[in-house]
Structure formats: structure tokens, C-alpha cells
């Protein structure tokens, strides 16, 4: 049974950082890229970070670009996501998501029904 488990939310003041994390287990997690996908309080998905199966090859949405950093450590099965400088507007829930191949192609991360699996995912609220 495939499982994505998400942990490190919680609340953090603006400017702040935070590291997100997602273990997986049921399959082999060092053949399939694995995205951060994020949605706000009364607002639809937004995808926000992408790594290919090996995790030398990234890609950020605009909106977090600079300031987040995504990673994973295939011997650990674990996905990362550091956070810095947060913004309010960064408040929501966190999931990961794995892609079916071994790289998510340019532009194609907003395609959330080609996402096999989805964690439970992990709020992020930034606040003072």
C-alpha cells in the first residue's frame, strides 16, 4: 500500500522558515519524481515545487522561488521542502504528491489529476 505521510506544519511568524517533510513507503521512491502542492484557506490547489526521481533536477513556482527549497533523500524515502521567509500568503495545506514518472516536465505540475498519490497533508499558518 502506497502511503505519503507529510509533517513539520504548524505555526510560524512572518519571516520565519520552516521544513516540511514527507515519508513514503510502498514503492520504490527513488524511481518517481515527487511535487509539493499547496492550498490556501477557500482556494483551489496551487503547485508550488517539483524534484525528478534523483533530485538533481528542481523546479519552484514563481511565487516561491528564492525562498523555499525542495530535496529528498532516497535512503531515507523522505521529501523535503524548507521554507524561508514566509509569507502569510504562504498559509495553507502542504501535501506532497508523487508523479507517476520519473520527472515532472516543465508546466505540467498544475496537472493534478496525473498525480497517483497524494499525502494527508500538513498546515502551514504564518502569522504574527
Known amino acids: 500500500e502506497v502511503q505519503l505521510v507529510e509533517s513539520g506544519g504548524g505555526l510560524v511568524q512572518p519571516g520565519g522558515s520552516l521544513r516540511l517533510s514527507c515519508t513514503a513507503s510502498?514503492?520504490?521512491?527513488?524511481?518517481?519524481?515527487m511535487s509539493w502542492v499547496r492550498q490556501a484557506p477557500g482556494k483551489g490547489l496551487e503547485w508550488v515545487s517539483a524534484?525528478?526521481?534523483?533530485?538533481?533536477?528542481?523546479n519552484y513556482a514563481d511565487s516561491v522561488k528564492g525562498r523555499f527549497t525542495i530535496s529528498r533523500d532516497n535512503a531515507k524515502n523522505t521529501l523535503y521542502l524548507q521554507m524561508n521567509s514566509l509569507k502569510p500568503t504562504d498559509t495553507a495545506v502542504y501535501y506532497c504528491?508523487?508523479?507517476?514518472?520519473?520527472?515532472?516536465?516543465?508546466?505540467?505540475?498544475?496537472?493534478?489529476?496525473?498525480?497517483?498519490?497524494w499525502g494527508q497533508g500538513t498546515q502551514v499558518t504564518v502569522s504574527s
Open positions: 510502498g514503492f520504490t521512491f527513488s524511481s518517481y519524481a
Open positions: 504528491a508523487k508523479w507517476p514518472e520519473s520527472w515532472v516536465p516543465p508546466n505540467s505540475g498544475t496537472y493534478y489529476s496525473l498525480y497517483d498519490y
Open positions: 524534484i525528478n526521481n534523483g533530485g538533481g533536477t528542481t
